[in-house]
């Protein structure tokens, strides 16, 4: 979908990840070759760059914080490249971890997402866009009522990285860290099994500098 009128355009990594060269292609079925101006994998968005005579519609993001479970919403795609198609359901929870990547912290919607779905939105019903849709959950392959899309104040910020530089940086600490178990925590006279154990600190890291040490 497009988010800037000059034909800045968001979609999946997985969709581009293996392209040799990508195409945009609308419901009126005009077609824009499109430049990969950056992606991130961990987060699984891409950013493309398409050029027009005149500037492109857009759509405009939600504050996805304000979209709670059971809202309605319309997820827009071209389900198994059949055409384009709306789809329609409900917010069935936050914050899902499905084990994609290291931030996950996805929308789980009942609107039917099938193959093909993957980098459309997902819409409030006032037409703002509060998720990228990522993922599905299906033992068949196909839609069983459980699909999953970023949360839209997540891919603002990584797609305004990726606008501005063309890759995302992140900070680091430098250290591996273990979740403190009951065990751990009686070990080291702690009331509670709460919080992160630091294991290790990488040798001249962030951490290391700062003087944080392992335990």
């Known amino acids: 979908f497009v988010v800037d009128a000059e034909g ?8 581009i990840a293996d392209a040799d060269d990508i195409t945009v ?15 991130d994998p961990k987060t699984d968005l891409a950013l493309l760059k398409i050029e027009g005579s005149r500037p492109f519609p ?18 827009i795609g071209n389900p ?15 914050g899902r971890d499905i084990q994609a990547g290291p931030y996950d ?4 919607v009942d609107a039917a997402i099938n193959r093909g779905n993957s980098g459309g939105p997902s819409f409030t019903l006032d ?7 990522t993922a599905i959950f299906s033992p068949s392959g196909g839609n069983v009522g459980i699909g999953f899309a970023i949360p839209s104040n997540l891919a603002r910020s990584i ?8 890759r995302v940086a992140r900070g680091w600490l430098g250290v591996r860290i273990q979740e403190v178990t009951s065990e751990i925590a009686e070990s080291l006279g702690l009331e ?18 700062a003087g944080i040490e392992a335990g």
Do not use: C
């Not at 800045?8 to 969709?15: L, S």
């Open 25 to 39: 292609v609308f419901a009126d079925e005009a077609e824009y070759p499109a430049e990969l101006i950056g992606r």
């Open 58 to 75: 857009t759509v405009e993001w939600a504050d996805s914080d304000d979209v709670r479970v059971g809202d309605w919403m319309v997820a």
């Open 8 to 15: 800045f355009v968001v979609t999946n990594n997985h969709v």
């Open 105 to 108: 912290d996805f929308f789980q």
């Open 192 to 209: 509670r099994a709460a919080g992160a154990l630091v294991a290790s600190v990488t040798e001249s890291g962030p951490a290391a500098e």
């Open 127 to 133: 037409g703002k866009v509060f998720g990228v849709n």
């Open 80 to 94: 198994f490249g059949l055409g384009f198609s709306v789809t329609a359901g409900i917010v069935s929870a936050r």
């Open 159 to 166: 797609i305004a990285n990726l606008k501005s530089d063309g």
